[in-house]
């Protein structure tokens, strides 16, 4: 196994010991590709979710660039709704974790094709 498949072993055991949620590893490998070399970087690869700023940053490049949602309040709640899920005392909230959970959350599976 590769760097990133040891990665998607580690969102895989988040997302089921943190997040309560069994993964759909199809979509998370290909949310994880997604990412790019982020995964690989210790800082682009996890999410401040205290941050406005970063907050921010997902909501205009994930959801409204790659999921092309429109911006609305309820991007913002999504994204807090998956912080409190992943855990705000959780200091490593993975970037993939995190874009994995808002794509089921909107249902947007079908960007990943």
Partial sequence: M????????VYADDLRKKCGMEPDM?????V?????PAIYDAD??????SQPAE???VKKNFLMKK??????????DAINSVIETYGKS???KYRA?????????????????
């Avoid at 994880?32 to 790019?36: D, F, L, M, S």
């Avoid at 999921?67 to 309040?73: M, T, V």
């Fill in 55 to 57: 907050l921010e940053t």
């Fill in 26 to 30: 199809a979509l998370l490998t290909k």
């Fill in 67 to 76: 999921l092309g949602l429109a911006d609305s309040p309820a991007l913002t």
């Fill in 97 to 113: 974790v995190v874009y994995y959970m808002l794509t089921k959350h909107f249902k947007k599976e079908s960007v990943y094709g």
């Fill in 32 to 36: 994880t590709i997604g990412c790019g």
């Fill in 90 to 92: 959780e200091r490593n």
């Fill in 44 to 49: 682009a690869s996890t999410v401040a979710g």
């Fill in 2 to 9: 590769g760097k990133r498949d040891d990665l998607i072993a």
